[in-house]
């Protein structure tokens, strides 16, 4: 999958962990967008070196997309403990 799909990917990925994890952030949809980019990248990453499982070259893998997944919920919460949550 080349760098356009993980782009793809880390949209939805994002869209994904912002319907689990309702609320206003502080950066808004496109904090909340670059965050889900990133964190395609970074839960393939970590998938693919500290699991040992290798994100698959297909684009509905299952596994790529929870490894999406996780890793924009990861950094979604990282984002709102270190900038706050606007829900108080």
Known sequence: MGIIGWIILGLLAGAIAKLLLPGRDPGGLVGTTVIGIVGAFVGGWLSAHFL??????????????GAAIGGSLALLIAYRIFFGNSRD
């Open 52 to 65: 040992d499982r290798p994100v698959q070259h297909q684009f509905f893998d299952l596994a790529t997309w």
